[in-house]
Each structure stands twice: as C-alpha cells, then as structure tokens.
C-alpha cells in the first residue's frame, strides 16, 4: 500500500507540472503555444532528461537509494509529466509537415536528453 501512495504521490507531482508547463506557456506566449504542440514536447523532453538523472543517481534497480524513491521520481512524478497519449493525438491533429516534425523532435530530442541525463549523472547506457 505505501508503494502505491508513493506512485500516486508523485503522479500528482508530475502531473501538475505537466499543467503547468501547459498553461505557463499559453499564458507567455499564446500564438506560439498554437501552433505546435511545444507544452507536450516541452514536458516529454524535461520527462526524459529526469528519469536519465533519475536512473543514473537512483540505480536501475533501485539499489543506490532505495526503491521507494524511485517510484515516487521515476515512475510517479516522470511516468505522469510525460504523456505518449497526448503526443499521439496532437500528432495526429497537425498538418503532415509539422506532424513529422514533431515525431522526429521528439524521439531524437528524448532520446538525446535521457542519454545526457544518465551521462551526467555518472550512469551509462544499457
């Protein structure tokens, strides 16, 4: 039981940054946040860069801090900030150029930024 408050513990974290990000944007600059999907790429590639920090400093399985932390950052506040549902339906709602465009950026730019995150914090690639 305590696992999953911690799950859900974090998936409140993450997903209110998630909104945040959302509305932070519209808010600055609101033709901008229009015309692509920059809050969801934005959230994926913060998601992506953290569970590379995530990874490296907390261990894979769990072992160099526990593995409650790891469902409270890693799963919860990362698996909840990300959004693979969202991406799709947005991808789907934009004109064939700037879906591509959005499916090259996310999958290279979310890979690059998980990579880096695990580099940084002294983790290497499986």
Do not use: H
Not at 19 to 27: K, M
Request: proline letters at 3%.
């Amino acid at each position: 039981m305590k696992q999953l408050a911690l799950v859900c513990l974090g998936g409140a974290l993450g997903s209110s940054l998630r909104y945040g990000i959302a509305i932070g944007l519209e808010r600055l600059a609101p033709k901008f946040a229009l015309a692509f999907p920059w809050a969801t790429l934005a959230a994926n590639f913060i998601g992506c860069f953290a569970i590379g920090l995530g990874v490296g400093f907390l261990g894979r399985d769990g072992v160099k801090w526990g593995s409650e932390l790891q469902l409270l950052l890693l799963v919860g506040v990362c698996g909840s900030l990300t959004t693979f549902s969202t991406f799709a339906n947005q991808t789907l709602e934009l004109a064939p150029g700037k879906a591509l465009m959005n499916i090259g950026a996310s999958v290279a730019g979310g890979l690059f930024l998980a990579w880096l995150g695990l580099t940084l914090a002294g983790g290497r690639p499986a």
